[in-house]
């Protein structure tokens, strides 16, 4: 696959980028090692005075690398502003509170003596370089949710981003040297995946993180569990979005549409398939419908767009065999379904979509609809809803709409994923951790789960 920026809102080829060699791979490789054995001594202050100044650096560039992000996988450019500055705020909270994250811990009094000890604590210690694989739809925002508890932890990182955005992953290197890190704490691998087990397998690399499709997450961590080192997964889902009689209906309909077609659709955490009760329906479907209708559909450079091009031609042919799929099946679509006529000689482009009548046989009942097209689903009671939430592979996120506490309860309870978000759409903050069950992956990212997870948790024992 070629390392490429090819605007996906008109199909023109921008920059072009030659892959690493093997001798430039070996070279880095090196200088990560180089650069982690002086960098774990740090304190955290001055880790925590190197990611603010990282912070400030981007919140500056905001605007231009918000155009970059946009050009090069096709995200409304407003929307690309904002996942910088989450970058800002993320990076902010892990400098602030990394400290008192990994602080040692003390156990209590009488079991360090039980254990034969004068004294005893935990200590987080840093792992060393941590190989990351990173996906195109946020480009800054995957990386940075790594980097920042990574970075302020004492590990040094090496990004093999998506090779559909590789100003942005150049970009992420620059901004962190520009900030003062030492040579080696963070390294773009212009590479492409035939390269990745090579690198994972190296001695020097010792763990690994990876955001992205379940084909490759099986490889990876197939390739590190030979090597016994620690990997993180996150590989996407299909999300339930449940509606109940007590909902605030109007409310839950507006949020669904943007729940749906945030990132374009393009997002593991958006909501796919509504699954609304029976009483509520039609109320529900009207509303909806109508607001995917209404839904502004054209150059994600302009700031009234709301749902910008697929990210390439394969991702929105590949949306379309699952819809047609779905309608050749006796599904009934309720609007889009479609290239957009006044878009059809420019870009990969496809209509915000609603699909109504899905049935288990149905590939989209399924597979993950990375797009903007929803399943919508009628049952008959929390049950139902609860049953065909959770009649999926993956269990990312899910979201509840209701008004009463033995519903949410219960819901939060048999919900088969790793985050349950009621009367709201799902979304990520640094305080609290991200991630998911089932074959949406493994481990946590975000809050003290995620900076702990590329820690090595030792015991430190001392005899009387």
């Known amino acids: 696959m070629p390392i490429a920026t090819v605007n996906p809102a008109n199909g023109e080829t921008l920059k072009t980028y030659e892959a690493l060699s093997p001798e430039e791979i070996e070279r880095r490789l090196a200088l990560a090692a180089r650069a982690f054995d002086s960098y774990r001594t740090t304190t955290f ?13 981007l919140e500056a560039d905001a605007p231009d690398i918000a155009r970059v992000m946009t050009t090069e996988m096709g995200k409304p450019v407003a929307a690309a502003r904002a996942e910088a500055l989450k970058c800002v705020k993320t990076m902010r909270w892990y400098a602030e509170h990394a400290a008192r994250l990994l602080a040692d811990e003390h156990p209590a009094e009488s079991d360090v003596k039980d254990s034969g000890a004068a004294r005893a604590h935990v200590r ?21 949710r790594f980097a920042a508890p990574a970075l302020m932890a004492g590990n040094v990182g090496l990004l093999k981003h998506a090779s559909n955005v590789p100003q942005t992953a150049l970009y992420l290197e620059d901004l962190f040297r520009r900030a003062g890190y030492p040579e080696g704490c963070f390294q773009t691998l212009l590479i492409g995946s035939g390269a990745v087990e090579g690198i994972l397998r190296d001695e020097r690399v010792v763990a690994a993180t990876l955001t992205g499709s379940e084909p490759a997450g099986r490889s990876v961590a197939s390739i590190a ?15 339930p979005y449940v509606v109940l009689p007590s909902a605030d209906v109007a409310k839950a309909a507006k949020t669904a549409v943007t ?4 990132n374009n659709g393009q997002s593991c955490i958006a909501a796919k398939r509504f699954i609304v009760h029976e009483s509520v329906f039609e109320e529900f479907r009207e509303a909806f419908v109508a607001g995917m209708r209404e839904l502004r559909v054209g150059d994600p450079l ?59 046989e149905m590939r989209i009942h399924l597979e993950e609809t990375f797009g ?3 399943t919508l689903y009628r049952v008959a009671d929390l049950d139902e809803a609860i049953a065909v939430a959770n009649d999926t592979p993956f269990g990312l996120s899910s979201n509840l709409w209701t008004g009463d506490e033995g519903e949410i309860e219960r819901f939060a309870r048999d919900s088969q994923a790793g985050g349950v978000f009621v009367n709201g759409m799902t979304a990520s903050h640094p305080a609290l951790p991200f991630g998911g069950a089932k074959r949406s992956g493994y481990g946590r990212e975000l809050s003290d789960h995620g900076i702990k997870e590329f820690c090595n948790i030792t015991t430190v024992w001392i005899g009387a």
Not at 259 to 262: L, P
Not at 337 to 358: C, H, M, N, S
């Open 372 to 374: 903007p097209v929803a």
């Open 225 to 239: 569990g030979d090597e016994v080192k620690k990997t993180v997964l996150e590989l996407g889902g299909s999300d």
């Open 259 to 262: 729940a749906r077609v945030q």
């Open 45 to 57: 202050f001055d880790r925590a005075r190197l990611l603010q100044r990282a912070a400030d650096l």
């Open 124 to 144: 987080y210690r840093p792992l060393g370089p941590v190989l990351a694989v990173m996906p195109w739809n946020f480009p800054l925002w995957q990386v940075v």
């Open 302 to 360: 302009d700031e009234d767009t709301d749902v910008g091009p697929l990210s390439s031609e394969q991702g929105r042919s590949d949306l379309e065999e699952l819809v047609d799929d779905a309608v050749e099946s006796g599904a009934t679509v309720l609007c889009g379904g479609q290239r957009p006529k006044d878009l059809a000689d420019r870009g990969w482009f496809y209509e915000p979509t609603v699909i109504a009548d899905v049935t288990p």
